[in-house]
């Protein structure tokens, strides 16, 4: 185990927290507006940080320590994604799934802590929350599968680094199905536009944000962290599938894949830009839609 | 017909002796507004006043599109009426009005529920047997029982930075089986506080009815001063009025489109509606120092002289702005995304609209021609008319898309007015206005028509003073649209109606 192993979940966890503010420097851009500072949520967090907590006299100890639970999930989630061709400092056969489990529980406490308040509003985010995951989920497995079929590995250290431009020449249309289906995901597990929308301030038409209206200071901090490390490790995810570039040197490499990252983000803010919010009903169709994109990947590599 | 030779007929703002409406009975009053409401008329004003032998006159006023006509006529009854609600659905708010105001109860009335949660002008007669004072809110809401039925209350107080109002949904799932608006937190009993007037206040108490429709409601008013003391308007006055009137509308509907946009999540047209919609403000804000049009229009005329160098700022900056809007709204056009999302939501039938008495761009996006400036002419409108811009799907597209049209339409108005300004005065002298007289004056507003009814007393001082913002009706509308939607939809619908608290509650 080399030092490269022990940078990569510490370079994940101190850069997360400007992906979201890439995305939110590019959708300004796009408006004709200035846009808040690149670094706002690292000055949030730090906010909250310092802040005391307000509980509702109608919550549990659930409502308490999910967001801590959640983040601590999304922690150890970070620790089985490789970057750059350096693996994770966790690695077993089969840890995709664990992956997928992980991030899975982080949702689950979240929606536990939603429901525990009672709020009309936080029922109904959590429902949304788990009608989408429920069809988000299928997606992420079978594109995973897919990818680890092409490798024929099943842990994400001895996968994404294997992968090369090769494997792209190779599987040109079962990559880029599996990658989009994984893009879908991306948009729909972090509260993105077309699926949900981050900035808005309508409790009636939101999904993610609905859930943790009612947590305040450290809990608050915790859930914001979490939800920028899961976006960060979505997109590295799809940044080494998109830039499977093998420079030579680790920390070449790394930088490369950090690059990538935040490209990934470049790119989340255009389509942001660009698109509507999509009907609740048809989010449905697009979820379905990247599943289908995912099973016919995997089915092209089953050959 | 009977009852029809015996009503007092006039036109948008012109005045006549209260003694000249007639006095029908209870069945020939019920069947002037019913049989009215259903050809083709429409119920413009219902509301009660005291009289002096006791008891309680019901005035109800039926406007007539195709001829601009508004027949007028009064009923007595003191504390119970059969509704008419059960046979004309227009007459729902109205009677729900009377009921708080005067203490009478409509009998048979569908729903009848206070409107703004005040005490009642007749003291110890409240129709609800409320605890005084009444709380706002405080009422029984429709509800729908079953296992899966879940009730979301909104409001009164909300997430963003609007008026209160509270919101009560019952879905089932995501979605809406009924929605209920209860209003009547913004209430300040402007009316009543006009009673006695004009005094000093008066205008401003105009001015402030609904911040975003200074200019429709102080035109409204200053036209039934004029018309009561007799005095004609200089026609550069009437041009100013018209070109307020008109920035009003494209400051409003601009900032309408940029919201829709942000709530489809759709940045782009946001961001920049948001800003063009400042500088509409501040073309209005060049006429007269104040970027809502205080301080602009007063009875007699306007109080500020529009200058040969304004006249050209005027026309260069509405000729940039107008270019920044069609660059801005048509980003919306061209995005699927955003048509997808404005289609079939929140659809209204044309049945639907024409039953509850819509009015403004909701209205016209059903396919319904109904719009004060050509039906009513008022003003410059007498002279100049703008078309009728309307679509037909009733739904967030069309309003949204009759906005759009409107925008085009009231660019291209003011500079012709602009390029033919008449010269003269801006101001007539005012004269005291006469004892013992009634006026109804409508104004198309940005969001519709705004009615104001004026009766004055035997000093020629308002006895009592009457105002319906357009919302009046289309809150509504709103509440009716939901129906069968998804409740995700509902700011979107919301924002598509966007109708005014304060303008309702009064």
Same mark, same amino acid.
């Given at each position: 185990m080399s030092v490269a192993t022990f940078i990569v979940p510490l370079v994940g966890w101190l850069l997360a927290p400007l992906l979201p503010g890439v995305i939110n420097r590019v959708k300004a851009k796009f408006a004709g507006r200035r846009g808040q500072p690149l670094f706002q949520l690292y000055f949030d967090l730090w906010k909250l940080l310092r802040k005391g907590a307000v509980y509702s006299h109608t919550v549990s100890w659930i409502f308490w320590t999910a967001p801590s639970a959640g983040c601590a999930a999304i922690l150890t989630a970070s620790l089985l994604m490789p970057?750059?061709?350096?693996p994770a400092l966790l690695a077993l056969p089969g840890d995709i799934i664990l992956f997928a489990g992980l991030l899975g529980l982080a949702r689950f406490f979240t929606v536990l802590a939603a429901l525990d308040t009672g709020s009309s509003f936080e029922g109904m985010g959590s429902s949304r929350e788990v009608f989408i995951a429920a069809l988000a989920e299928p997606a992420l497995l079978l594109s995973l599968a897919a990818i680890a079929r092409k490798i024929t590995q099943y842990s994400l250290s001895e996968i994404l680094p294997a992968l090369s431009l090769w494997d792209w020449l190779q599987s040109t249309p079962a990559l880029a199905l599996a990658t989009a289906a994984l893009f879908i995901v991306l948009l729909a597990e972090n509260c993105r536009i077309p699926v949900d929308d981050p900035t808005t301030h309508l409790e009636l038409t939101m999904i993610h944000e609905a859930m943790v209206l009612d947590h305040g200071g450290p809990d608050l901090a915790f859930i914001l962290y979490s939800a920028?490390?899961?976006?960060?490790?979505?997109?590295?995810?799809?940044?080494?599938?998109?830039?499977?570039?093998?420079?030579?040197?680790?920390?070449?490499?790394?930088?490369?894949?950090?690059?990538?990252?935040?490209?990934?983000?470049?790119?989340v803010g255009v389509v942001e830009s660009c698109l509507a919010r999509l009907r609740m009903p048809i989010i449905l169709q697009l979820l379905v839609g990247a599943s289908t994109m995912a099973a016919v990947a995997l089915i092209l590599l089953l050959r | 017909m009977s009852s029809v030779t015996s009503t007092c007929v006039l036109r948008n703002s012109q005045a006549a002796a209260i003694a000249s409406a007639p006095v029908l009975g209870e069945?020939?009053?019920?069947?002037?507004?019913?049989?009215?409401?259903?050809?083709?008329?429409?119920?413009?004003?219902?509301?009660?006043?005291?009289?002096?032998?006791?008891?309680?006159?019901?005035?109800?006023?039926?406007? #007539?599109?195709?001829?601009?006509?508004?027949?007028?006529?009064?009923?007595?009854?003191?504390r119970v009426y059969p509704s008419l609600t059960t046979d004309c659905v227009q007459a729902h708010g109205f009677e729900r009005e009377i009921a708080e105001q005067w203490g009478v109860e409509p009998q048979g009335h569908p729903w009848l529920k206070p409107v703004r949660f005040h005490e009642s002008y007749r003291p110890g007669q409240d129709v609800f047997k409320r605890q005084q004072p009444p709380q706002a809110g405080l009422a029984d809401f429709y509800r729908i029982e079953g296992e899966e039925v879940h009730e979301v209350a909104v409001g009164p107080v909300h997430a963003g930075i609007i008026e209160p109002g509270h919101f009560r949904f019952q879905c089932h799932g995501e979605e809406v089986l009924?929605?209920?608006?209860?209003?009547?937190?913004?209430?300040?009993?402007?009316?009543?506080?006009?009673v006695g007037g004009p005094n000093a206040r008066s205008l401003h108490l105009m001015e402030t009815l609904a911040g975003d429709t200074t200019i429709g409601h102080t035109t409204a008013y200053c036209q039934a001063v004029e018309s009561l003391t007799g005095v004609r308007v200089p026609a550069r006055a009437q041009a100013i009025r018209a070109i307020a009137l008109e920035l009003e509308r494209l400051?409003?509907?601009?900032?309408?489109?940029?919201?829709?946009?942000?709530?489809?999540?759709?940045?782009?047209?946001?961001?920049? %509606?948001?800003?063009? #919609?400042?500088?509409?403000?501040?073309?209005?804000?060049?006429? %007269?120092?104040?970027?809502?049009?205080r301080n602009l229009i007063c009875p007699g005329g306007v109080a500020r002289e529009l200058d040969k160098n304004r006249l050209a700022q005027l026309e260069t900056r509405l000729a940039q702005a107008s270019q920044d809007v069609a660059s801005a709204v048509n980003l919306l056009w061209e995005s699927s995304s955003v048509r997808a999302r404005f289609e079939n939501t929140g659809t209204l039938s044309k049945e639907t609209c024409l039953q509850l008495g819509l009015v403004g761009p909701v209205a016209r996006a059903c396919g319904v021609e109904r719009d004060a400036r050509r039906e009513f002419p008022f003003g410059l409108y007498r002279f100049f008319q703008i078309p009728v811009s309307t679509f037909h799907h009733g739904n967030v597209f069309g309003r949204a898309f009759v906005r759009w049209l409107e925008i085009q339409r009231s660019i291209n108005f003011i500079q012709q007015q602009l390029k033919a300004l008449p010269g003269g005065a801006i101001r007539a002298e005012m004269k005291p206005m006469a004892p013992g007289q009634f006026c109804l004056s409508l104004v198309e507003g940005w969001r519709g028509e705004i009615c104001h009814v004026g009766l004055t007393g035997d000093q020629g001082q308002w006895m009592l003073y009457k105002v319906k913002d357009p919302s009046?009706?289309?809150?509504?509308?709103?509440?009716v649209a939901l129906r069968g939607q998804q409740i995700s939809d509902f700011p979107l619908c919301n924002k598509s109606f966007n109708l005014s608290y304060c303008g309702h509650d009064l």
């Open positions: 970057l750059g061709g350096t920028s490390l899961k976006l960060w490790l979505m997109g590295s995810l799809l940044a080494s599938l998109l830039v499977p570039v093998h420079a030579g040197h680790w920390a070449l490499d790394l930088a490369i894949a950090i690059v990538g990252v935040f490209g990934v983000g470049v790119i | 069945s020939e009053f019920r069947a002037f507004v019913t049989e009215g409401a259903r050809e083709g008329g429409r119920l413009v004003a219902f509301f009660g006043y005291p009289q002096s032998e006791g008891g309680i006159r019901l005035l109800a006023a039926i406007a #007539r599109g195709g001829e601009s006509s508004l027949e007028v006529a009064t009923t007595r009854v003191d009924h929605l209920e608006i209860s209003l009547g937190y913004q209430h300040r009993g402007v009316e009543r506080a006009l400051a409003n509907h601009t900032g309408d489109l940029g919201a829709l946009a942000g709530d489809a999540g759709y940045l782009p047209t946001m961001s920049y %509606c948001g800003r063009i #919609r400042g500088d509409f403000l501040n073309i209005t804000a060049l006429l %007269c120092g104040n970027r809502f049009g009046f009706h289309n809150w509504m509308g709103l509440a």
